[in-house]
Structure formats: structure tokens, C-alpha cells
């Protein structure tokens, strides 16, 4: 579905994240906090690049819309989609509280061309690849939703208004695996466009067993 391209662009991202790390368990414990603000840091950076890319596309995108339908309103800004990013709430999670992120938790907000949230009806598609020292990027999660679970997905509280998604990490294979990179690409029913955003997520150590 995702090209290894992209998985080798992120490989990228997440070696510079990893290169504060040694081999031993002990080590990675001790630097934990370490790497988590090296991520966070890291995301910031990232992000403030995506968001200027983001703002230019979705002008183009709109542009490009207004000249294929015109409003019945002469003058109207008719919302539509025209990007998605992740939330800032999004990130490894705990569910279990066993000391392990056992699942991932997107908040996936969609907005129109001004930046307000804006429901849709879509499919998504979504992946995450870790990476380990000494290993090529790996797929962890792989997971499709259909339609009607993207609209059962719609969430409107004290963290916003989003869709929420929990996916399931695998139970083995992430030892030593300490970041994720994770990628959304949505299909916007409406129109058939798609679109997409990605986010590089600290993951708490896993022990060796």
C-alpha cells in the first residue's frame, strides 16, 4: 500500500532520534527522558514545516476546487476538505497499564481551506513502521477503515473535535524499538482526492524478553 520509499525517508528521521541510544536495555532506561525530548523537539521542528506546506496546499486545493464547481452563491467560500493532520493528543499509548504502549491513538482532524474542522465521509488507511538499530524499517501496523467506521470515529469533547482512532501494536517484535513512524492517507468520498500527513511518535522501550 505505502511505498519503502517513504519508510526509508522516516528511517531516516527516526535514526537521528535513535543515535543518542546504546545497545543495552539499562541504557535505553536511563535515557528515556532523554529521547522523548529529543522526539518532541524533533516533531516540533517537523511539524512547523509541515504546517507551511500544509497552508500552501491547501490554497492550491482550493483554488482548484472553486474553478471546478462554482457556489450557488455568487462570492461564497464553500467549505471543503483540504488537509488532514494529526492531533496533538496523538501518541503511544498504555491501555493495559503494564509499563508497555500496546496500542496507537490517532486524533485525526480534517479541515477546510480556512483551517476549521470539517466532517467528511472517507476511508483511511494508516501504517506504522518502527525502527531498531541494526534493522531495516519495519511494519507494525497496517490497517484499513472502512467508511462507515471513519464516521463512527467522530469525537466532540475537552480535547475537540476529531476522529479518534485506537489501532493495536503488535505484542512481539518491538523490543528495542523506541519511536514510530506513523502515516494516514485519507480518501475523501466527496471528491475522491485523497490526502495525507505523518508524525514521528516516541514509543516506550520494551523490554527484552
Not at 536511563?30 to 518532541?40: V, Y
Not at 476538505?81 to 491513538?105: C, H, M, P
Not at 467506521?149 to 479518534?164: E, K, L, N
Not at 524499538?177 to 468520498?189: E, F, G, P, R, Y
Request: glycine share 8%.
Amino acid at each position: 500500500m505505502f511505498n519503502r520509499l517513504w519508510l526509508y525517508g522516516m528511517a531516516g528521521m527516526l535514526a537521528a532520534l535513535l543515535g543518542a541510544c546504546g545497545p543495552s536495555s539499562s541504557l535505553l532506561s536511563k535515557q528515556n527522558d532523554e529521547l522523548r525530548k529529543q522526539n518532541l523537539d524533533l516533531e516540533r521542528q517537523v511539524t512547523g514545516l509541515q504546517e507551511a506546506m500544509r497552508r500552501r496546499e491547501a490554497e492550491v486545493r482550493s483554488l482548484e476546487a472553486k474553478a471546478q464547481v462554482a457556489p450557488a452563491i455568487e462570492g461564497a467560500d464553500v467549505p471543503r476538505l483540504a488537509e488532514i493532520r494529526f492531533g496533538r493528543y496523538t501518541n503511544a499509548v498504555d491501555t493495559s497499564k503494564d509499563g508497555r504502549d500496546d496500542a496507537l491513538r490517532l486524533y485525526l482532524l480534517t479541515q477546510d481551506q480556512q483551517g476549521h474542522f470539517l466532517p467528511v465521509a472517507a476511508k483511511l488507511a494508516v501504517q506504522a513502521a518502527v525502527l531498531i538499530p541494526g534493522q531495516e524499517p519495519r511494519v507494525v501496523v497496517d490497517a484499513a477503515i472502512a467508511p462507515e467506521q471513519f464516521h463512527a470515529a467522530y469525537r466532540s469533547g475537552i480535547t475537540g473535535t476529531h476522529y479518534t482512532f485506537d489501532l493495536p501494536l503488535p505484542k512481539d517484535g518491538l523490543e528495542g524499538a523506541t519511536s514510530l513512524a506513523v502515516k494516514a492517507v485519507l480518501t475523501d468520498a466527496a471528491t475522491g482526492g485523497t490526502f495525507e500527513t505523518q508524525i514521528a511518535l516516541p514509543l516506550r522501550p520494551q523490554a527484552a524478553k
